[in-house]
Structures are given as structure tokens and as C-alpha cells.
């Protein structure tokens, strides 16, 4: 699905990201992890081709993604940002549209339409459809984005999702459900790369996590196989415990009271 | 939502033909509707039962229509430009002059002016009447292109540089400008007055085809652009995404309105407010779908300008008010207006 090899990127003299290499399957869900300014950020618009990298390369689905035309890669890879405001308003149902523009030229489709009534169902937002998106909540508008960003891929069950921090500014439940539905996603066949900052979510819906520190690959793998005091420690410089839990195949993570420190 | 776009646009078009009706009859010589129209068959070749005078005639065919037509054109430049280059900046507060449009167009007819230089006195033995418009158009192309240079970093606009570059050339070209018109005798000066605020009073159906492809490539191609400025909308980034190339859809944008408006105030000086208010109006009342906005602006800024034009020469009759003081009289109330009862809706 996505092959990255020896990824390099450089903003100036400074290398954000330093020969990165990993691959992501089409029904895995993949999150990565890394504290502030590891290049989780970088690494993400390196793959949604809003960053050329200066060494290295990304395979998507079979071909070098430098070689897709825009419209084309559109079709096969959506992308949710964290930044969500909009200078001038649009009713939702308008804007979760625009998901599918690449799809039509001047006239939305009978499929369009449907599609757009299918995601605004999977999010939970067609009571929403005649509002401004102006005056929704933060998670309604994070909501309403998700749509539109489904409904770009909705007809290509292989396509790639990238999600940035989805969870951000979501109260518990809207949180959990992101997570779920990045997950059914996931089973359904999408490839989903999503940057969490909560471990805990990340080993409990992830396949598999990449785990950066200044732009290197600290780990990745399996949950199970990552999540470890060292690799933690080593990834956000802070010490934790690991805790089992019923019903939770992987151990929790809690942080370690600082101040016991010897 | 896309047939009630199409209900809206098509209702904006019968108020347009309606108003260029009205002024094509109303001014010092009247001419009733029927009398239009037997003028208009006669051309055609078409017999009409209705009788009217030569000076009628002479009047609508000479001076009238091509004023209106004149109007048109530049109302529908001014309006759809001033609504793409609100979209590209993802600010309801830009207008084309922004970006310096005009004040290059300005400081290049005002320079033409005063300096009388040798290169303008060839111009005008090449084009007379045309070496004003000329010299203004390329001034507006010019300082564009400057702005639009100044703001591209590794081949991708920035927009908050494209802004800030433009307030700077602006206040540079104003300042030139202002050292020109400071030097200008009498004379000079109630010229550059008299463009500055603008008037369709140099009508004529040569200026009106000189203007036509000006005008009818940047309204024909911007409404193409609709759906990707919704899409910029969202971000730069979020319209990449969608697969629009961002970097050619903004450069597209700017040479077009710059053609626009460029050829516009060569013609008749700067017009302000149309640009401004008209997108705005269709924004606060229908929706801000660019698929709506964009050609909404061409039909509603050509209805504006149209009308503006009909009072500004029938208002003190025999003389002529600039339009430029008539758009800002009749637009400030009614972009307050708007602002005001949106305020009001939204508190609720």
C-alpha cells in the first residue's frame, strides 16, 4: 500500500525526518507516536504529497507518488487536518460535498449525493445537514470534516486515510467514537495512518505503531511488541508503568509520578 | 441547491436586461419602450408600427447604448473579479485593488499626465484616445506581476506575503502618485481628478469592442474556478488535498482579475465598491457556494454599475457626477445595511 524508504526531509540545514523506513497494508491501521517535533507532523505531509522529500522515496499503491496527477491521488487518499476553521461559511451538507469534487465536474451525480447521505449517516451528522458550519461545536465541525474527508474515498475501499491528531478537542465519547470509526475503516480495507498523542489509544486501536524521536524510527511493530518502558522512555523522554488490564490485550500506559524520582 | 443557484442567477439576469432597459430610455432625450423597440427593429430591418425621431434614434445608438453596454462590461469585470480574488485570499475583506490592480493602473495614467514624456506623445500620435488606457493597463499588469513575484517562495504563493507585499507596492505607487499630482499644473490636475474618480462618459461602441475580450475571457473563466475556490476555502493544504493544483488555480485567478480590471480602469477610471459590496451582497442574502457568488457578481456588478451610471448622469442634469462618488454614495448604505441586519440575525 505504502512503501516508505530512506525518507529524508530538510527544512533548511535542519533535517526533520532522517532515512525513514517502514510500509503501511491496505486494512491496517497504523498510528504514529513521538513527542513534539519529532516529525510526525513532517512525516505526514511528506506522505500526503504536500512536502517533497529531499531523500528517499514513497511508493503508493505500486507507484512513486511524485508521479501521481492531484485529481487522480485524490480519489485514492483523503486527509484530515487538525486546523478546521473557515473564513466564509457554508451550510455542511455543501461542504461535506466537497468531498466529492474530485468526482464530478460542474454537477454533483446521483452517486454524489448518495454518498454524501451514506457519511453524513456513518458520522452521526444528517441532523446537522442544513446548518452553518459556522455555528456548530468544535467537535461537530471536527465531525462534518470527517465526512467530507470520507466521502472523498468512499468509493475506493483500498484508499488511504490520514488522519492528524484526530482526537484533538474531542470531549471522551466523540473521542472513542473517531477512534472506532477509524477502526471499521480499517476493517473495511482502508489503509488508516493516523498521529495519535494518547498511547493508550494507540495500542488499543492500532495494527501497528511508529514510534519517532527527532526524526528517527524508535520502534514499530505490533502493540505488544512496542509499547515497553524503554522504547516510551526513549520516544518522550518520561518514565512509565505498565499496567495489565482485563479486557485489554496490551498493557495500559500511566505516566510515573515525577517527583518520586530517587 | 444547484437549481435554486441557476433560479437565482437566472432572476439576477432579468433584473440586469430590465435595468439596462431603463437606462437605455431614460436621460435628457426620453425614449419610451415601444420607441426602443422600433428603433432597435429598424436596425434589424424589421418594420415597427411605432414612429419615433431620427434624434432618437441617433442618441440610443450613438451615445446611450454603447454607455450602457459600457457599463455593463465593466460592472460584470469589476464584480466577478472582485468575488474570485475574495475567494483566493479566503477573505471576505479583499478586493482586487489589493493586490494593485488599480494603483498601478493610477500611478501609470497619472504619470501619462503630468509628465506629458516623450514615449506617451508617440503613443498618442499611435492610439490617441486609446494611449491612456493603454499606459493604465499596462501599469496595472506591471505592479501585479511585482506583487505576485514578490509573494512566491519555492514556487508556492504565499497568501499573508501576497497581502502584506501588496499593501506595500500599493503605498508605494499612492506615493508616487501623490509626488506626481503634487508637481501637476490646473489643467493636469482636474484631469487626474476627473479619472481618479471614474466615469463611462468616454462611451463610444469603439471603446466598448476594445473592451469586450477584456471582459467576456475573465467572466467566462472564472466561474470555472468556483468549485476549487470552495475548495480553498477549507485551506490551501485541504485543496491540494482534494486535488486541486493550488499554485496554478491562484496564479489563473490573478492574471484574470488583473485583465479585468486592468482593461476596466483604463476605460473609465477607478470604480470602487463594486468589487467590494457586490459579492458580499450575494454572500449575506443566498449562500457563499463560489458556484453562486462568482457569476452572481458579473450579473449583479453589471445591474449596479448600470444603475449608478443612469443617476450619475441624469442626477444634475446637464452636468454629470464622477460614478466613482455615486457607487461609494448608494453602495456604503447598502453594504451598512446588510452588516447591520446580519449582526442582528446572528445575535440570536
Redesign the interface.
Known amino acids: 500500500m505504502i512503501e516508505v524508504n530512506e525518507l529524508s526531509y530538510l527544512a533548511g540545514k535542519k533535517e526533520l525526518l532522517r532515512r525513514l523506513s517502514f510500509e503501511a497494508r491496505s486494512g491496517e491501521l497504523l498510528a504514529i507516536l513521538g513527542a513534539n517535533g519529532a516529525g510526525k507532523s513532517t512525516l505526514m505531509k511528506l506522505l500526503c504529497r504536500e512536502l517533497v522529500p529531499a531523500h528517499g522515496h514513497i511508493i503508493f499503491r505500486g507507484k512513486n507518488l511524485q508521479q501521481y496527477k492531484l485529481p487522480e491521488l485524490a480519489k485514492q487518499r483523503a486527509v484530515l487536518s487538525q486546523q478546521n476553521t473557515i473564513s466564509v461559511s457554508f451550510i455542511v451538507n455543501e461542504l461535506v460535498m466537497m468531498g466529492r469534487y474530485p468526482h464530478f465536474e460542474q454537477l454533483p451525480a446521483l452517486r454524489d449525493i448518495e454518498v454524501v447521505k451514506l457519511v453524513m449517516e456513518d458520522t452521526g451528522i444528517t441532523h446537522l445537514s442544513g446548518r452553518d458550519y459556522n455555528t456548530l461545536s468544535g467537535g461537530e465541525q471536527q465531525r462534518v470534516q470527517l465526512a467530507r474527508v470520507l466521502a472523498q474515498i468512499y468509493d475506493c475501499p483500498d484508499a488511504c486515510l490520514f488522519l492528524d491528531e484526530p482526537t484533538n478537542g474531542l470531549d471522551l465519547l466523540y473521542q472513542q467514537q473517531m477512534m472506532e470509526l477509524a477502526r471499521r475503516m480499517a476493517d473495511k480495507g482502508y489503509c488508516v495512518i493516523c498521529i495519535l498523542h494518547d498511547i493508550n489509544f494507540a495500542s488499543r486501536f492500532a495494527d501497528k505503531i511508529l514510534m519517532l524521536k527527532e526524526g528517527r524510527k524508535v520502534a514499530i511493530g505490533s502493540p505488544l511488541e512496542v509499547i515497553s518502558h524503554k522504547n516510551i522512555f526513549e520516544t518522550f523522554s518520561i518514565n512509565v508503568k505498565l499496567m495489565a488490564c482485563e479486557g485489554y490485550s496490551c498493557p495500559l500506559v500511566i505516566p510515573a509520578m515525577i517527583q518520586n524520582k530517587p | ?2 437549481r435554486k443557484n441557476a433560479y437565482i442567477l437566472t432572476s439576477l439576469l432579468v433584473l440586469l436586461v430590465g435595468t439596462m432597459i431603463l437606462s437605455s430610455c431614460i436621460g435628457a432625450v426620453k425614449i419610451s419602450i415601444n420607441e426602443l423597440l422600433a428603433i432597435l427593429g429598424n436596425q434589424a430591418g424589421l418594420s415597427y408600427p411605432v414612429t419615433f425621431r431620427p434624434q432618437q434614434a441617433a442618441i440610443l445608438l450613438n451615445i446611450r447604448l454603447p454607455r450602457v453596454f459600457l457599463g455593463v462590461l465593466i460592472g460584470a469585470g469589476l464584480g466577478i473579479s472582485g468575488a474570485a480574488v475574495q475567494g483566493l485570499f ?3 475583506l479583499a478586493e482586487p485593488g489589493l493586490i494593485g490592480i488599480s494603483s498601478g493602473a493610477t500611478l501609470f495614467a497619472v504619470l501619462m499626465i503630468v509628465l506629458e514624456v516623450g514615449l506617451f506623445r508617440s503613443l498618442s500620435g499611435a492610439m490617441g484616445f486609446y494611449a491612456l488606457s493603454f499606459a493604465a493597463f499596462a501599469g496595472a499588469c506591471i505592479t501585479t506581476t511585482v506583487v505576485y513575484r514578490l509573494s512566491v517562495r519555492n514556487g508556492r504563493t504565499v497568501t499573508t506575503t501576497l497581502l502584506l507585499s501588496g499593501i506595500a507596492i500599493n503605498a508605494l505607487a499612492g506615493a508616487f502618485t501623490g509626488l506626481l499630482t503634487y508637481m501637476a499644473t490646473d489643467e493636469q490636475l482636474r484631469t487626474i481628478t476627473f479619472w481618479s474618480l471614474g466615469s463611462l462618459g468616454g462611451a463610444s461602441w469603439a471603446t466598448v469592442t476594445g473592451l469586450l475580450p477584456f471582459i467576456v475571457i475573465p467572466v467566462a473563466g472564472l466561474p470555472l474556478m468556483a ?1 476549487s475556490l ?2 480553498l ?3 490551501d ?2 485543496a ?6 493550488v499554485r496554478h488555480l491562484k496564479r489563473v485567478i490573478i492574471v484574470l482579475a488583473t485583465v479585468a480590471v486592468g482593461a476596466s480602469v483604463a476605460v473609465a477610471g477607478t470604480i470602487g465598491f463594486i468589487g467590494l459590496i457586490v459579492p458580499h451582497i450575494l ?1 449575506m442574502t443566498f ?3 463560489n ?1 453562486l457568488v462568482i457569476p452572481g457578481s458579473a450579473i449583479l456588478g453589471a445591474t449596479l454599475l448600470t444603475l449608478a451610471d443612469l443617476l450619475a448622469r441624469t442626477i444634475v442634469v446637464p452636468a454629470e457626477l464622477p460614478i466613482g462618488i455615486l457607487t461609494a454614495l448608494i453602495g456604503t448604505p447598502v453594504f451598512l445595511y446588510i452588516i447591520i441586519t446580519e449582526r442582528n440575525k446572528n445575535k440570536i
Request: hydrophobic fraction near 40%; charge should be positive.
Open positions: 441547491m444547484t479566503r477573505n471576505p468549485k470552495n475548495a476555502a477549507l485551506g493544504a485541504e491540494l488535498h482534494m486535488g486541486i493544483d454572500r449562500t457563499a457556494d458556484r
